[in-house]
């Protein structure tokens, strides 16, 4: 029964914890781009080109 | 375009393209068409983290859009959009209220609520359990009271968080006399919580703070996921958001050019459009003739010629050269804006009326509520003192868990299925209004038709053998997305160069070194030569190399697409805005009885109206320009081809695979409404089935978490039996534009 009464609150901590670490990772906009942090490894950097080859049409 | 990077500065242009933020930074929304490089997104990055002042950079490559975050007291517009040019991304500044912030900001919404939802549902679940344990091995009592008030507080952040979108929604519902799935929803959550709550303080009698979480989270989860798909397949279509020009370059009395925000021009006023750019305003032509490109809006197949005084729609491309205009109306009140607050009306009209679930979660609400009141007042009668409890079992096993996430699961399936197709959904109601067409209008130019190369006609000059020029053509043509360019660069043709160099002019064609030469490709204008609507031109330095005929030509998938449209027994129809004579060539080919040339916006508009007035729900297919007024009003729209034409649209389908999808997407939709009506039919079933049992005071909470849990999965297993009709060859997602 005592190690209840401390184990329990800490779930219910660890628990905010959780949710303020996932609201801060929403805010921060660690969820806007999921596609780009994916590619960027592979890619090695090349130095800018200069051609202006992508104009927008 | 050829936006001078310095011209960013005026106030009138950065009220249009920044948005005030509340921490005091701006942000602006760029499109980065060099975006479709995987390689430029590694240096865009690099170079923008690289700038003072920049708080924080997001990237979506579906939609060729980068959202910066930053400091306009230390960073100037001019200073960043200069960075990106440097950088080999020539980027253009978005007008903000039509960069779309909507949909990401709702997004992170149900996704923090989400996670609040699923982490205390698991909490107040672990709570719970130790409570059902206890049913077999006693505990003590005070023990047993801790544990429900841990469930209660875990359950406060669910329902006084996580499940506030119900609430919200069932009010709007309430208000607007139109009560929806919501209603039921909220009312159950608020009662059972209540309930609950009192039981806790009492300390007697059951408790479903584990129930009322899970109830939540399951559905939350279904609608974010309905969100996610919707946000995602939007992002697609907007890959290439063209918006009007926001500049115009001014011509003063003494044949200066001054550039200007467009919105400054007054009427009167004379404007220049380069070659390749957009009529920023609605204008006689003051220059002696011109040919334009209004396809956009007009549907007119090719480039028209016109002479001084002619009048001139804004959106229009001046091809073969640069021309003058006196403005006549401006971009408020122009023809395309007339356009687009047609097309606003008629997407308000069309938001009134389509929510199918309305009329069966009301019967629902109603059948719920009279049992429990019935309940009530048995055990009112019979034993006082079980009324409360019996009548929560009720509402708990009630509650319409299975039956709101019939809809979202059986939606989510059919989207995802129909986006390994090739076909995305940008409205998922669309998909029930999709299961009932019985009319399609389809439009001809861009829909039903594309340009296509005549290579046999194909004539040379200067000696150059035919399938040389041929080689160097489809060398040129393939580093662009243009229609036209596709349709030659899909022309077979061995051991074609690589070109170098490339420079795409909008309205003209492409530019390059093919074989060590300096070449165009493009309209006769472009590539040097006289006026010529039928053809392409190839020429160097020295002038032109060759000839390529165009013809229209039917798409390869479009008979099958009406085909089998017809033999569901959807009747199919041509309005187009072009001359009665190619109008009826495409019909007879297609085996369309019914077809209307030379149709205007309005006509168009009157033809859906038409339909719908005498009871047909009315599919349009076309590419959004003079249709896109049809487009709105349908109760479904379907947009094919490359992806400008998927932007201008804002259909409800997008075909970038092309129009085998149709069939397909029809076919699917009509198994996903078979399904979502067994799911409706199982979910009901099981609630009104356990009712009576409920109401005799029979079933404990636990067994109401587990069939409630039980009942959920069933409608998401059975979902996912929604397949797809037999793939027809799979085709490839042709949306993003190839890389070279």
Known sequence: MNALLILVPITLVLAGIAVGLFFWAVNHAQFEDLDTPKILPLLDAAPPRHGNDDAPR | MSAPVELWTRPALLDQVLRSRRDGRVEVVLRVAALAQPRRVLQLEQVLHALPGVASIAL?????????????ERLPLTQLLAACARAGCVAQPLQHDASGAAPGIALNASLKRLAVAGIFAMQAMMFALVLYLGAVNPLDPTTAHLFRWLGLVSAIPVVGYAAWPFYREALAGMRARRPGIDVPVALAIACIFAASVANALRGSGEIYFDSISMFVFVLLLGRHLELRAQARHRADGDAATDALPLLAQRRHADGTLETVAAVELVPGERVHVPEGDAAPCDGVLASERARVDASRWSGESRAVGHARGDRIAAGSVAVDGPLDLRVERTLATSSVAALERMTAAAQRARGLVGDDDAPAARRFVWRVLALAVATCAFWLWRDPARAFDATVAVLVVACPCAFGLA????????????????????????????????????????????????????????????????????????????????????VPADGVPLAHGVEIVAGGGVRGVVDGRPMRLGHAGFAGTDCDDAALWLADAQGPLARLPLAERVRADASACIKALQAVGVAC????????????????????AGWHARQAPADKLAHVRAGQAVGQVVLVVGDGGNDAAALAAADVSATPGGAVELARAHADLLLPAGLAGLPLARALAERAMQVLAQNRRWSLAWNLGAVPFAAAGLVPPWLAAIGMSASSLAVVLNSLRIRAARAPHAPPMALHERTT
């Open chain 2, 60 to 72: 979506c490559i579906a939609a060729r859009r980068v959202r910066v975050v930053f400091d306009a």
């Open chain 2, 407 to 490: 809809a979202p699961a059986v939606l989510t399936r059919s989207l995802a299925l129909l986006s390994r197709r090739g076909v995305l959904v940008t409205r998922a109601a669309a998909v029930r209004a999709l299961a009932r067409v019985d009319r399609a209008l389809f439009d001809k130019t861009g829909t039903l038709t594309e340009p296509a190369l005549q290579p046999d006609r194909v004539e040379t000059f200067r000696g150059v053998a035919r399938e040389t020029a041929l080689r160097w053509a489809v060398a040129l043509a393939r580093e662009s997305s243009h229609p036209v360019a596709q349709a030659i660069a899909r």
């Open chain 2, 573 to 592: 129809a041509l309005v187009s805005g072009d001359a009665p004579t190619r109008v009826r060539t495409v019909a007879a080919a297609l085996g369309i």
